[in-house]
């Protein structure tokens, strides 16, 4: 079975929810609401990584995240905390969560992958390019593929030194982060490479712009986009988690949770790998 991770972001400013789940009680709603609509994992997020994002405090991101984690844990919610700050991982540790989400792949902060190792929790190491702030001046490629793999593979082995066993880590290939359009397709295609390195994958195509720009005819002019709405994202995204299943993705990370699992039952269907027993 695919894992299914749904996003609360506890921000003003994320880019398809800012502002929505701000409020403790309502992140904390949210994230039942998700895991009731089937969320394996609940991915609490305490700052935005929308492209142009500045950073934001770890200690601002702790009072966000912290309370809502606490609540979500206590329900006996599996929660993951998307965090690229050392200090935020482990005090989201403590606070109950399983996973730390580190889209930066421990390159963010120099302290996070000996942090992880201490804590005892999962990691997903995502592909990076630098800060949200100026990551398209990064996006610059031979091969998007294969340097996604070889990057991956070193964030690996660092992991392994710092003392994270590869069995705690998830790839995640950076969907959106320091990559294009095209670029996101070719990593998508290429998939069975990334699978190659070695451990679990995540794919995090939710809402993102990539999507929006082949809802609209005519491609990417800012205004076109607006035409992209969130149910027609949700379902494109949808869409790329039946595909990414059939790939055989550990997992997807994905704002409808309900349109995702539904897709999920589709393609296990298909595959024959569903029971009704
Ligand atoms: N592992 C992982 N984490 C992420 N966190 C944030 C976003 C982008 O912002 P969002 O929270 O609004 O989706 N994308 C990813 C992703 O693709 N993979």
Redesign the pocket.
């Known amino acids: 079975m695919t894992v299914v991770m749904g ?1 609360v ?1 506890v921000t003003p400013d ?4 800012g502002g929505r789940y701000l409020a403790q009680d309502a992140a904390i709603a949210r994230g039942l609401a998700l895991r009731a609509a089937g969320a394996d994992i609940v ?1 609490i ?1 305490g700052e ?3 492209p142009g994002a500045e950073r934001v405090a770890p200690s601002v991101e702790e009072e966000r995240v912290l309370p809502v984690i606490r609540a979500l844990a206590a329900e006996g919610a599996t929660v993951s905390i ?1 965090t690229m700050n050392a200090s935020t991982a482990v005090a989201a540790v403590e606070a109950g969560a399983a996973i730390v ?1 580190d ?1 930066s792949g421990g390159l963010a902060d120099p302290g996070m992958l000996t942090a992880v190792a201490g804590s005892g929790a999962e990691v ?1 190491l ?1 592909h990076w390019r630098g800060p949200s702030s100026d990551m398209y001046a990064r996006a610059e490629y031979g091969d998007v593929v294969r340097e996604v793999v070889t990057e991956l593979a070193a964030r690996l082995e660092a992991a392994a030194v710092a003392g994270i066993a590869p069995s705690r880590v998830i790839l ?1 290939p ?4 320091g990559k294009r359009g095209d670029q996101n397709w070719s990593v998508l295609r290429g998939l069975p490479r990334i699978l190659g390195i070695g451990p679990r994958v ?1 794919v ?1 195509t ?3 712009r990539f999507l929006a720009e082949v809802l609209v005819a005519g491609g990417t002019p800012t205004g076109a986009l607006d035409e992209a709405t969130e149910d027609r994202r949700d379902l494109a995204t949808a869409v790329t988690s039946a595909l990414a299943a059939r790939e055989g993705v550990w997992g997807v ?1 994905v ?1 409808d949770v309900r349109a995702t699992r539904d897709a999920l039952r589709v393609a296990e269907a298909w595959e024959g790998e569903r029971r009704w027993t």
């Not at 994320?14 to 929810?17: G, N, Q």
């Not at 950076?174 to 982060?177: D, E, L």
């Open positions: 996003i972001n994320s880019f398809s929810d991915d997020g935005s990584t929308r998307d989400n889209v997903v995502g995640d950076g969907i959106g982060f995540l995090g939710s809402r993102k990370r704002h």
